[in-house]
């Protein structure tokens, strides 16, 4: 005879682990003055090239270009005007679609390959994961020549679907590693919880290990999307006029001839923002779930 409220016996007793798996961060020490000083520090230096470009974009050219710049100069939102009349728009929606579609297929192959090698570890699991890792022995230059003549024999060239199947392979390795360090972190109790109450794999990813493993999954969506939404190389090899992304934008404003340097940091700090949003949008589950061990 089995029972009828397994459902929400399940989730009691995943809310009670987490709880307890967790709440030895609430009483966790402060930071002593120094070190929060220290922090600051840290922090503002990181930060200083990025206002200093997102200054220097609301600067004319001439004052851009000035030696020692000049940090007072009157502020203007020309160069905005100026690149808004370019029409970044498809290649921003090019990058978009590259990295979301790239992202959501690394996470379908990563979250699956992560638990077949940490909670229900297959044979000798270790060489899979040195495998998974040697694949990022390789440098990409190396690999650009037979990529791109593949990519042209079968005719992809200028498609952003190539970027979609180039920007997966290469993520896939990174979010395999880092999501079997988040799913070696769910309490064994709840798997077994739920395969006494029958759930099958399909529901015990999606309703057991997806909830207790979000932040890590927030943090590798986000670590894959910022990957490649930066990627450059095959970007610029691979695409022409229709697939172009962002970063090959960016180039387009560097000239051996006249200043660009404050229309350059207007582009950077535009193409920039989708990223920062997404990230401001997700700190709390990407510092939570960084700090489960996915970094060691």
Request: aromatic share 10%; with cysteine; net charge neutral.
């Given at each position: ?9 399940s989730e009691t007793l995943m809310q009670k682990l987490i709880r307890r798996r967790h709440g030895d961060d609430e009483q966790a020490p402060r930071l002593s003055p120094l070190w929060t000083f220290v922090a600051w520090l840290a922090t503002l230096a990181f930060f200083a090239p990025v206002a200093w470009m997102v200054l220097t974009s609301f600067h004319q050219e001439s004052d851009a270009a000035t030696n020692p710049p000049s940090l007072f100069a009157p502020l203007t939102f020309h160069q905005y005007a100026l690149l808004l009349g ?211």
């Open positions: 005879m089995t029972a009828t409220t397994t459902p929400a016996a370019r029409d970044i728009t498809p290649y921003l929606l090019n990058s978009a679609m590259a990295s979301v579609f790239s992202t959501l297929l690394v996470l379908v192959l990563a979250v699956p390959a992560a638990y077949a090698l940490s909670i229900k570890p297959v044979e000798k699991w270790t060489d899979v994961m040195f495998f998974f890792l040697s694949t990022k022995f390789l440098p990409l230059i190396a690999a650009l020549l037979p990529v791109y003549v593949i990519v042209k024999d079968v005719g992809m060239l200028d498609n952003v679907w190539t970027l979609i199947v180039l920007y997966t392979s290469m993520n896939l390795p990174i979010a395999a590693w880092m999501m079997r360090s988040f799913l070696a972190e769910v309490p064994k109790e709840i798997l077994e919880a739920a395969e006494v109450d029958g759930a099958g794999l399909p529901t015990v990813l999606l309703r057991i290990v997806a909830p207790v493993a979000m932040p890590g999954l927030a943090a590798t969506s986000l670590i894959c999307f910022i990957f490649s939404w930066n990627e450059f190389m095959f970007a610029v090899n691979l695409t022409a006029t229709r697939a172009s992304t962002a970063p090959v934008f960016l180039v387009g404003f560097i000239t051996n001839e006249g200043l660009f340097l404050a229309r350059l940091c207007a582009a950077a700090t535009l193409v920039s923002l989708p990223v920062l949003i997404a990230g401001f949008a997700a700190q709390d589950k990407l510092v939570r779930g960084l700090s489960l061990g996915a970094v060691k």
